[in-house]
């Protein structure tokens, strides 16, 4: 498989643009079920060790079911596949930039939860308009053991979040493996209590929060994957969430920029407009920068072509 590797503001993108498994047609809700089912060793090969590692995210480029869109993509990581992805997205659009491929404007792409816009302003700078994102719950109380309780909101921003503002410790990269374990006793208290998103779904990403260190920043965040590790990025499904947090509590205005840092301080600038239904859509700008392209090999006699499990 020919892959082009990116990084978003930190975070590492791996696009499948050659020779990726056939997922045939319909809608991308089924082929991510077939991928899944049939092909999920492509996944385990391109993002485990030894030729990925956990905080690789993947974006397969396939034909949309909506023939609106310019591109489909399903984006899968270390543990699973995903709905949305705001810095693969990012990616993908840089990526497709680097190939000559992109359109000169707008361009549309289909994700399994909703189509979403990128318009790239140069090869590396990125702006994408997400699905619509919205507060499910806010000031939800959760026992955290060894920690207490912990209070914080549920939103959707392409994914499921619980975001809060009880961090530990200040969010600093040499801080991770206090917030890395407070994150994971929270998601792990959020199954025990049985606390979801929408219609019972797991709520797979948690999102703690801190003041910025720059000056001109609003906040700075720590986010939790899926798989157990750490968004790199400001996490543009996050920053999503969180505008959709803030939106609902009245706390910034349609059209007012947010600037979201990271914890090792990279950052997306984000807005959002109100919706006909309650809920809002965001625009996000970060930067994507190619750093590979490659052929990825995986010798029949290789005992962990497929990953190291």
């Known amino acids: 498989m020919r892959v082009i590797d990116s990084h978003t503001e930190g975070e590492p993108t791996r696009v499948i643009i050659a020779d990726g498994p056939d ?48 591109a489909g993509v399903i984006f899968f990581n270390n543990r699973g596949y995903l709905g949305m992805c705001g810095h693969g997205t990012i990616g993908v659009a840089a990526t497709l930039a680097y190939l000559g491929k992109a359109p000169t404007d707008l361009m549309r792409i289909e994700t399994p939860v909703g189509i979403v816009t990128a318009s790239l302003h140069d090869a590396n700078h990125v702006t994408i308009e997400n699905v619509p994102s919205y507060c499910f719950r806010d000031d939800v109380a959760v026992d955290v053991p060894g920690i207490g309780v912990v209070r914080g909101d549920i939103a959707w921003g392409g994914n499921w979040f619980f975001l809060t503002n009880d961090a530990p410790c200040d969010i600093r990269l040499d801080n991770e493996a206090v917030l890395r374990h407070t994150a994971m006793a929270i998601h792990q208290a959020l199954l025990t209590h049985g606390i979801t998103g929408e219609d019972g779904e797991e709520i797979d990403h948690i999102e703690l929060f801190g003041a910025p260190q720059s000056s001109n920043a609003d906040s700075r965040n720590y986010v939790l994957c899926p798989g157990g590790e750490y968004d790199r990025s400001p996490c543009g499904t996050g920053t999503s969430a969180k505008l959709a947090c803030l939106a609902a509590k009245g706390a910034l205005n349609a059209g007012e920029s947010w600037v979201q840092e990271s914890v090792i301080g990279s950052r997306f600038t984000a807005s959002y407009r109100p919706t006909d239904d309650a809920r809002i859509i965001v625009s996000l700008t970060g930067r994507a920068f190619v750093c590979a392209d490659t052929q990825i090999i995986a010798d029949p006699n290789d005992p962990f072509a497929n990953g190291i499990a």
């Open 23 to 70: 997922l045939g047609q319909g809608p991308l809700s089924a082929r991510v079920e077939r991928f899944r089912e049939q092909h999920d060793y492509v996944r385990r090969r391109l993002i485990l060790e030894p030729r990925g590692y956990d905080a690789m995210v993947g974006a397969l480029l396939c034909e949309p079911d909506d023939k609106r869109c310019d």
